[in-house]
């Protein structure tokens, strides 16, 4: 409790609040701007932090993916357009409620609902997040080789459209991260010569070319929203109480199914919202407003997006496999200072997991103050900001920021080479994700891999004897079969 | 109804053609050593996966004979300016890396800004200064973030 206490008061020194205060602010920029979302925007300033202590860089990153999930739900309510695809369950009952001259309460609830869930799971973070470490110290070569293929598979099954897609990406991240120098032989694979290779491929300049650079570019592509922006009245904020307990019930469900949506690796805010309005949808007593104006459908969306941040923390921090894009810009932010994810984070550097159930705390809070008293002039402000600015400026970003890291122009032609990558594979409706995911765990599934196989004398058969592992690839195989099953085409 | 694209059968075969590059080049690393895996067999298992995966949606979309290609049109406004921020962007990191940080930035902004800036027919010496002084007022902020602020040498 102590060491709790500890973290709360050093995020109250004046350098960590104005960081995370920036975060918020920055958040909900990013989220409201249709076509910028929280992985952008975490993408693009991941550099930016690199110059500051771990505690104020999470400020930040942090600051901006929680208030990111606030924002979404500005532009979901007031143009039909979701800030981040985590709203996209918004519009179907934010909208009418907007078209009904009710945004302004739209935009109350939306904010109690994300701050609801956002604190939620924060609270199920702390609780499960340590019991959950003290069950992965137990995981040997086997059980890691087995959760990087769960993670991978999870993504691929979740990630959408064509699973053969999601397969070839997921295959060219794990291709990527065997750049540089072997992890057990020290042999150095595909540098073609390069030194910048030797340590293998800059992590951080392919995420802001994947998520930065490529939706610049389809922003331009897709056009201005500008002229959509609603220029009515907002009305209230506040709910009344009545109102207020009619949407309890869908408050408590849909906190629940996005703390465990979170939990699962690869599966994010967009379908734990959509999950959860179909479950409030179920339960509820007047089901035919659902889609035309529902409170209950607008509260379960927005409160589940939000609680799935802590259970996508939770899987991050405990077993080092990031939930969803986010998180895994996140892991490379805590690898680039030097802190691996996994459960010996629990054991050498505690005080950072304190700091982060801190930092998610006061983000939430801190957001939820700005949206229920600035929302009416952030709304028509974050909406008016014109595109021939704000592209140029994104663009220049991610190039400076991918500079930033090493002072090397040639992680900026990375930067540069993923983004238009990014943007070609986005226009052949292939998924961003499992790219990531494979770059990130790659090093992680090799490594384990071989060091199982050399303590099994080279037998893969000696996996029947590892029942975590075993699970886990049963789990993977189910995951991948199902979505073979459902998926419209291969 | 199903749509199949002729991008997707070019997709799959570059990603095969990527498979049996990467067998190619791990021809030369050491071989395993007995049991004891060695440094080409993680490279080999993703090589057979990009062939077997990349084939089967090329061959997926031979098989169902209902392509139809995406056909880039450069005639299209925001193509064209797609295009024309990519080539920007190019020549501003040549730039950049010839005559330093600063000024190269200016001109890459005002660039950008000018290709998407929506010119109105009678505003045009209006328009043109608003993006000037946005140019070097952004340029000089990201500037003075970088450069004085996190000490990135930016030169």
Redesign the interface.
Known sequence: MDAILQAFVSLFQISNLLMLLAGVFLGMLIGALPGLTATMGVAIFTP?TF?APPEQGLCLLLGIYTAAMFGGAISAILINTPGTPAAIATTLDGYPMAKKGEAGLALGLSALGSAGGGLFSVLVLALIAFPMARFALQFGPAEFFSLAVFGLSMMIAVSGG?I??G??LG??G??LA?IGI?P??G?N??TFGIKELVGGVSFIPILVGLFGMSEV?NR?????LQDKVLRSKLGRVFPTKAEIKRVTPAFWLSSVIGVIVGVIPAAGGDIASLISWEQAKRFSKKKEEFGKGSMEGLVAAETANNAVIGGEMATMLTLGIPGDAVTAILIGSLMMWGLKPGPLLFQDHIDLVYQIIAILTVATLFSLVISLYRIQTLGKWILKLP???L???V???C??GS??IN?S?FD??IM?GFG?LG?VFR??K?PLGPIVLGLILGSM??AN??RF??LA???WFQFVFHPIALTLFVLSSLALLSSFKKA??? | MKRFFLSDLLAGLLFSLLGFYILFEIAYFPVDEGNIPGPRYWPRLIALGLILFGLWLAGSKIYSRRMTAIKPNLHHPHQRQVLTILVMTIFYILLWSLFGFFIPTVLFLLGTMFVLFPFQPKQKVRGSIRISIYSLLIALFVYGSFYLGLHVPLN
């Not at chain 1, 331009?220 to 201005?224: A, F, K, N, P, V």
């Open positions: 930016l110059f064509s053969m897609k397969l070839l295959l060219l794990l291709f065997t072997d057990i032989h042999f694979r595909f570019l331009i592509l897709e056009g201005s595109d021939y600015i592209n140029p400026l663009l220049l970003l190039l400076v500079y930033a002072n122009l900026v032609w540069f238009v943007f226009k052949l292939f599934a090799e891999l071989r196989l050399i004398d080279g037998n419209p085409s291969l």
